[in-house]
T-cell receptor
Framework: GEDVEQSLFLSVREGDSSVINCTYTDSSSTYLYWYKQEPGAGLQLLTYIFSNMDMKQDQRLTVLLNKKDKHLSLRIADTQTGDSAIYFCAETATGGGNKLTFGTGTQLKVEL | GAVVSQHPSWVICKSGTSVKIECRSLDFQATTMFWYRQFPKQSLMLMATSNEGSKATYEQGVEKDKFLINHASLTLSTLTVTSAHPEDSSFYIC??????????FGPGTRLTVT
């Protein structure tokens, strides 16, 4: 089955850039997503990228996709304390019925 | 953006009782809703896909008789945890897919079984 992996924890200083990485195994992935989850809350869609793209920028967020290596990253510029949360990458695959497969989640801690 | 609500946001119940969780799409119709389970500090695991007017499709390993799903209208799906046990304690999150195919997540329901 599909497997989506992320590093568990990332700590950055306020104002620095954060880069959260994700690797996946399903070569038929069509869309890849980044979600943010704050404590005790549901998921907020931050951005997504179609598998035939290699980069997408949306304000402070930059998504890079290396389809050959099956590697996805999310860069947050000028990280703020409000960005502290758990970030999940997720993918949907062709023939998967739009089912999302989530990564293990990366806890981002922003320190002053 | 579209809004999905869940009710209740948290519930404590005694072992052996049943608990119903509601998931509503507030400003769009959702023919498909999804139910996820999340353990502390872990990822979301898809439990089942709920289709309006038909039976839910359960993921492997999820007991359909224990986790009853009903999707009676285009804006409401319910998950009933029957004969709950402490190991069913978890954070349950639903999502609803809009006609354009985008999924919106509810805020989650924290279930604690004592």
């Amino acid at each position: 089955g599909e497997d989506v992996e992320q590093s568990l924890f990332l700590s950055v200083r306020e104002g620095d850039s954060s880069v959260i990485n994700c690797t996946y195994t399903d070569s038929s992935s069509t869309y890849l997503y980044w979600y943010k989850q704050e404590p005790g809350a549901g998921l907020q869609l931050l951005t997504y990228i179609f598998s035939n793209m290699d980069m997408k920028q949306d304000q402070r967020l930059t998504v890079l996709l290396n389809k050959k290596d099956k590697h996805l990253s999310l860069r947050i510029a000028d990280t703020q304390t409000g960005d502290s949360a758990i970030y999940f990458c997720a993918e949907t695959a062709t023939g998967g019925g739009n089912k999302l497969t989530f990564g293990t989640g990366t806890q981002l801690k922003v320190e002053l | 953006g579209a809004v999905v609500s869940q009710h209740p946001s948290w519930v404590i119940c005694k072992s052996g009782t049943s608990v119903k969780i509601e998931c509503r799409s507030l400003d769009f119709q959702a023919t498909t809703m999804f139910w996820y389970r999340q353990f502390p500090k872990q990822s979301l695991m898809l439990m089942a896909t709920s289709n309006e007017g038909s039976k839910a499709t359960y993921e492997q390993g999820v007991e359909k008789d224990k986790f009853l799903i009903n999707h009676a209208s285009l804006t409401l799906s319910t998950l009933t945890v029957t004969s709950a046990h402490p190991e069913d304690s978890s954070f349950y999150i639903c999502s609803a897919r809009d006609p354009q195919g985008e999924q919106y997540f509810g805020p989650g329901t924290r279930l604690t079984v004592t």
